[in-house]
T-cell receptor, first 109, second 114 residues
Framework: RKEVEQDPGPFNVPEGATVAFNCTYSNSASQSFFWYRQDCRKEPKLLMSVYSSGNEDGRFTAQLNRASQYISLLIRDSKLSDSATYLC??????????FGAGTRLFVKA | DADVTQTPRNRITKTGKRIMLECSQTKGHDRMYWYRQDPGLGLQLIYYSFDVKDINKGEISDGYSVSRQAQAKFSLSLESAIPNQTALYFCATSEGTGGEETQYFGPGTRLLVL
């Protein structure tokens, strides 16, 4: 079993839709959590960090559930420009950063 | 100009050849990393360096070596390339202040080993 697992998708949604991705992690010692975005053939870029209290950045909301060991990303009012692969990233102590394989999102007009 | 640059951007080589991928950064970060990305897999850490004198193996270091020539430069070598090293390679940096560490990635090098 992979330490960080994501549904690979693709998720195909119309513009304006709300879409949510989940990511599960297996190591309960994991300390920090992030969502990165990767456009086709480009480098990953940080989208947002994920906190236990939940955090929001515009149309994006991230949540962490430590008890069930998953993080989520909610995108509201999807735009064409949101089409990308979303990478779940989990960091343990002693430097160990694990990247999920990513969830592909296609937003169509 | 980009903060993290990689050269070459694309490379085709033959089995058994030695090649070097280079990474430079202008962010002033202490920490640098090399990853490879294969279709359907997450980024896999090859090597990382917390400063010029500190080099550490990642999860898939076999067949690779690195050199940290300066704070700003971190190169990855494939001593004898093989076809299953065909992948997209990313260099990344982070500040190294501890706690949550945002990583900043270079544009990637596409390597094809024939």
């Amino acid at each position: 079993r992979k330490e960080v697992e994501q549904d690979p998708g693709p998720f195909n949604v119309p513009e304006g839709a709300t879409v949510a991705f989940n990511c599960t992690y297996s190591n309960s010692a994991s300390q920090s959590f992030f969502w990165y975005r990767q456009d086709c053939r480009k480098e990953p870029k940080l989208l947002m960090s994920v906190y236990s209290s939940g955090n929001e950045d515009g149309r994006f909301t991230a949540q962490l559930n430590r008890a069930s060991q998953y993080i989520s990303l909610l995108i509201r009012d999807s735009k064409l420009s949101d089409s990308a692969t979303y990478l779940c990233v989990v960091e343990r102590g002693g430097f160990k950063t694990i990247f999920g394989a990513g969830t592909r999102l296609f937003v169509k007009a | 100009d980009a903060d993290v640059t990689q050269t070459p951007r694309n490379r085709i080589t033959k089995t058994g050849k030695r090649i070097m991928l280079e990474c430079s950064q202008t962010k002033g970060h202490d920490r640098m990393y090399w990853y490879r990305q294969d279709p359907g897999l997450g980024l896999q850490l090859i090597y990382y360096s917390f400063d010029v004198k500190d080099i550490n193996k990642g999860e898939i270091s076999d067949g690779y070596s690195v050199s940290r020539q300066a704070q700003a430069k971190f190169s990855l070598s494939l001593e004898s390339a093989i076809p299953n090293q065909t992948a997209l390679y990313f260099c990344a940096t982070s500040e190294g202040t501890g706690g949550e560490e945002t990583q900043y990635f270079g544009p990637g090098t596409r390597l094809l080993v024939l």
